[in-house]
């Protein structure tokens, strides 16, 4: 079966999208890894005494309890954004690929039909 040219283009455009939405998926993962770790952070926090320890380059440090609850609470706001913004970019992906499979589907048929 001859694939026409454009529909060639239509699937190897497909495939671009499929990759792109894979790399979207496996990073928002990992956004998704570190927001746990800052929520389990947070809830060991607020359980905690008021003598706290951050790692920072390799070493621990003393650190203060409020402020390290206001970063690990800054830290999460920005990681959810990030997972949302990344959670729009999967639908938008999600959309243009279904249109172009459908498209190729129905180029495919009509080549069929000839």
């Known amino acids: 079966m001859n694939i ?5 283009k239509k699937i190897q455009e497909l ?3 499929e990759q792109n939405l894979q790399n ?17 952070a947070l809830e060991e926090l607020k359980i905690s005494d ?16 409020n402020k390290l609850l ?3 609470n800054e830290k999460k706001k920005i990681l ?6 990344i959670e ?3 639908k938008i992906i999600e959309g243009k690929t279904d249109l172009l499979r459908r498209e190729i589907n ?4 009509k080549n069929i039909k000839k």
């Open 88 to 90: 729009k970019q999967e």
């Open 50 to 65: 008021d003598e706290v320890y951050k790692v920072l380059g390799g070493i621990m440090i003393k650190a203060d309890k």
């Open 24 to 40: 979207l998926i496996m990073q928002k993962q990992s956004v998704q890894i570190e927001l746990n770790e800052s929520l389990n």
């Open 15 to 17: 495939q671009i999208l």
């Open 70 to 72: 206001n970063e690990l």
């Open 106 to 109: 129905e180029d495919i048929s």
């Open 4 to 8: 026409e040219p454009e529909t060639n």
């Open 80 to 85: 959810d954004l990030r997972i949302s913004s």
